[in-house]
């Protein structure tokens, strides 16, 4: 494999800083499970401040906030209503089903935000023969959505249709922070009609591992039991909390960065013939843009990309996610946008037929 000098694939690839790793190396720890580890204490006691909420528990990934959220919410045959292109659906391995017994309904949202109209159109009447609708899951910002934040107006016209229907409502608030950056927004105004909401440390906050998990006391008592029983209680995980407060007290008001990087990528590959691509649309730090007017497939594009040490993930045939972070610079954005423009500029020479069978 070719070295990779400047990583798009996601903002899980960054490494803990210098900085970063000197908290984590001077961590106070104890047994976290046995609420003995300061470090820990202390990071869930800011996440619930930032978050507004009663209570936090750290996790070891956001996947595990998720699917305990689920497990809070619902009993088997429950239904659970999210955008289609939400993580809960189609990265999870079909959790929610397998541990909560859970189904799901998909809402049709715009750029994975939905409306307060489709929300009321999803929610079941109260039949015998219908699943019961139970709780309503929304990703701030949506990832495969295209890392857009939803407005804080539309969130409270859903925790509307929500509140009439007596339905749960879970943020998935992996970016929630980017949305937060973005928007001007805090995150605690963002959060707050949620029953559950969390946020990745791993994320475009650059640790190395661990979510944290926010509500009421009640609730978190409760995600503690399922905590334990799913194997998500630890030790001395300080080590990793340390990170996290590094992470909330240095990391996020730089996210900004991250942000122009996006758009300022998404305008250079405007520029590149074939690509389609609305920077308009980067409102944080994702970009997607599509190579169907080219020669090339996501696939073929990525590869060749990788031989010119770009790292871009595919997400569908013609579809590729760009994901700036904290590892990346304006300087390798922009050879990265270079590099693109050459791989679809050599493709574009040659006619399509000569790529069969190679
Ligand atoms: C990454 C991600 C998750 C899962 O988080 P992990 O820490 O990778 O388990 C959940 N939801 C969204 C929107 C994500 O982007």
Redesign the pocket.
């Known amino acids: 494999m070719n070295d990779i000098l400047v990583d798009l694939y ?1 903002d ?1 690839v960054s490494r803990p800083t210098p900085a970063m790793r000197k908290a984590i190396a001077e961590a106070e720890v104890g047994n976290e499970q046995a609420f003995d580890d300061p470090t820990v204490n202390r990071l869930v006691a800011m996440a619930a401040e930032l978050l507004g909420t009663e209570d936090a528990v750290f996790l ?7 699917q305990i959220s689920v497990l809070l919410h619902c009993r088997p045959g429950d239904e659970i209503l999210t955008d289609k292109t ?3 659906v189609n ?2 391995a079909g959790g929610a089903a397998a541990l909560a017994g859970a189904m799901v309904r998909t809402l049709d949202g715009i750029d994975g935000v939905f409306s307060a109209e489709q929300l009321e159109d999803g929610v079941r009447a109260k039949r015998r023969h219908a699943p019961r609708s139970r709780l309503v899951a929304v ?1 701030q ?4 959505g295209g890392g857009t934040v939803w407005p804080l107006a539309t969130l409270g016209e859903v925790a509307g249709v929500a509140g009439r229907h007596g339905l749960a409502l879970h943020m ?4 929630l922070l980017n949305a937060t950056v973005a928007s001007g927004v805090s995150a605690a105004e963002f959060a707050q009609p949620f029953d559950t909401v969390w946020i ?4 475009g906050l650059g640790c190395p ?3 944290v998990l926010a509500a009421t006391s009640d609730a978190i008592d409760e995600a503690w039991q399922w905590k334990q029983r799913l194997g998500g209680a630890m030790r001395q995980a300080g080590v990793i909390a340390a990170a996290g407060i590094f992470a909330l007290e240095n990391h996020v008001e730089r996210m900004a960065e991250d942000h122009a990087n996006a758009r300022h990528f998404a305008e250079a590959l405007a520029a590149i013939p074939g690509i389609a691509v609305d920077p308009e649309k980067v409102e944080t730090n994702m970009v997607f843009f599509d190579v169907a007017a080219t020669s090339l497939t996501a696939a073929e594009l990525c590869e060749r990309l990788a031989g010119l040490g770009v790292r871009i993930g595919a997400s569908s045939r013609t579809r590729l996610r760009a994901v700036t972070h904290l590892d990346v610079t304006r300087a390798e954005v922009e050879e990265a946008a270079e590099a693109v423009r050459t791989v679809i500029g050599e493709a574009g020479s040659r006619p399509k037929i000569a790529e069969t069978g190679t």
């Open positions: 996601s899980t070891p990934s956001g996947t595990m906030c998720n939400s993580h809960i990265a999870e990703e910002t949506s990832n495969s998935d608030g992996a970016r990745d440390l791993s994320k591992v661990g979510a």
